[in-house]
């Protein structure tokens, strides 16, 4: 399964550089780790990934899949979708709305937007089938952990990569 934007082999080299930039041991399991996530298009969690690299490592163990995949995620090779950790987050609140999640601490917060509650559907999402709801989930340093960092108490939360803009203001 050949992911959309660059081969399994590109992906795999730029892994052993990010490691080896920030001074990260390269094991066997991380390497199969990061295989297995950049084989795949599905955007798997923890569990799939876990059983896939098992099939090949019957000795790798979920707690290392995880540990894997947040120190992935800490070298800005992957990005995670939905919530954050291994908890699922639950939301009393079923009016339409909008999520700022704090990617330091994981505060997130509900906020409403007339101008995102109308936001068109690109025609190409048709093509994974209909869709029933949208929100958005806009991602950043809360005031708390931006003071907190400003002031030396915390590291600096890793920045999102985002990929340039094209003209038009498509992604």
């Not at 795949?40 to 059983?51: G, I, K, L, S």
């Not at 540990?67 to 954050?84: A, M, N, Q, S, V």
């Not at 806009?138 to 400003?150: E, I, V």
Request: charged share 25%.
């Amino acid at each position: 399964m050949e992911p959309v934007g660059g081969g399994v082999a590109r992906r795999l080299e730029q892994f052993k550089a990010a490691c080896k930039k920030a001074g990260v041991k390269l094991t066997h399991q991380r390497l199969e780790v990061f295989r297995e996530i950049a084989a795949n298009t599905e955007h798997p969690d923890a569990e799939t990934v876990f059983r896939g690299v098992r099939e090949r490592v019957p000795t790798v163990s979920l707690d290392t899949v995880y540990r894997t995949l947040w120190l992935l995620d800490g070298l800005g090779l992957i990005t995670t979708l939905g919530p954050r950790r291994e908890s699922v987050r639950f939301d009393p609140n079923l009016e339409h709305h909008h999520h700022y999640v704090c990617v330091q601490c994981g505060r997130a917060k509900d906020f409403e937007s007339a101008d995102l509650n109308v936001l068109t559907i690109p025609a190409s999402v048709k093509k994974f089938g209909s869709v029933m709801a949208t929100h958005v989930e806009a991602r950043g340093l809360c005031a708390a952990c931006a003071k907190k960092t400003a002031s030396g108490k915390t590291p600096a939360a890793r920045q999102p990569r985002r990929k340039p803009s094209k003209p038009g203001g498509e992604r």
